[in-house]
């Protein structure tokens, strides 16, 4: 399975801050502020996401719900 095809998730509790990615960080990739303390990774040339930042996550997710869309293509296997 190809590194490009896992998504790994860390939180850093100290922080409050979730990390999704998919693959391993590009040099290349820009990053954003989509909304309020959630930063998206694209790659320049596709425009495919391929990483998150959510700052302060305990807090927005102990609101009742975090929903968050994004265009993405990721297929789910089980290793």
């Given amino acids: 399975m190809s590194?490009?095809?896992?998504?790994?998730?860390?939180y850093d509790k100290e922080?409050?801050?979730l990390y999704v990615s998919k693959g391993k960080p590009s040099k290349l990739?820009?990053?954003?502020?989509?909304?309020?303390e959630v930063v998206v990774r694209r790659d320049p040339k596709t425009n495919m996401?391929?990483?998150?930042t959510i700052i302060n996550?305990?807090?927005k997710a102990?609101?009742?719900?975090?929903?968050i869309s994004?265009?993405?293509d990721?297929?789910?296997?089980?290793?």
């Fill in 3 to 10: 590194s490009k095809n896992i998504l790994n998730l860390f």
């Fill in 15 to 17: 922080a409050d801050i």
């Fill in 29 to 36: 990739d820009v990053s954003d502020e989509e909304r309020d």
């Fill in 49 to 52: 996401v391929n990483g998150l």
């Fill in 57 to 59: 996550f305990s807090k």
């Fill in 62 to 67: 102990t609101r009742g719900s975090l929903s």
């Fill in 70 to 72: 994004l265009p993405a």
């Fill in 74 to 79: 990721i297929s789910l296997e089980s290793v």
